[in-house]
């Protein structure tokens, strides 16, 4: 059975950072691109930030490219997104995806697998 579990959200003042955390389990870690996503309240869920199987290449939404950063240690089957500069319109619920290949995927329809999510909230 498939598990992506997230942590690390959190209340956060504005210009603060926070590093979120996605564990795999149940599945070949190494042969999946892994995504973060967000999603706002009363709104869809998009894009943040993506990394490739190796480690090797990553795309970044416009929104959060230069404050955020995302990496991931196929030894520890885990993908982690440091969020830096943090501000109150990044406050939603965060999760991770796991798409099966060698690309790095953009959309939610990419993904097959996905974690429960974790709040982060940024105070002004």
């Known amino acids: 059975q498939v598990r992506l579990v997230e942590s690390g959200g959190g209340l956060v003042q504005a210009g603060g950072s926070l590093r979120l955390s996605c564990a795999a389990s149940?599945?070949?870690?190494?042969?999946?691109?892994m995504g973060w996503f967000r999603q706002a309240p009363g709104k869809e869920r998009e894009f943040v930030a993506a990394?490739?199987?190796?480690?090797?290449?990553?795309n970044y939404a416009d929104s959060w490219k230069g404050r955020f950063t995302i990496n991931r240690d196929n030894a520890k089957n885990t993908v982690y997104l440091q969020m830096s500069s943090l501000k109150p319109e990044d406050t939603a619920v965060y999760y991770c995806?796991?798409?099966?290949?060698?690309?790095?995927?953009?959309?939610?329809?990419?993904?097959?697998?996905w974690g429960q999510g974790t709040q982060v909230t940024v105070s002004s």
């Open positions: 990394i490739d199987w190796s480690g090797g290449s990553t």
């Open positions: 149940g599945l070949t870690f190494s042969a999946y691109c």
């Open positions: 995806g796991a798409g099966l290949g060698l690309g790095v995927y953009t959309t939610v329809s990419s993904y097959d697998h």
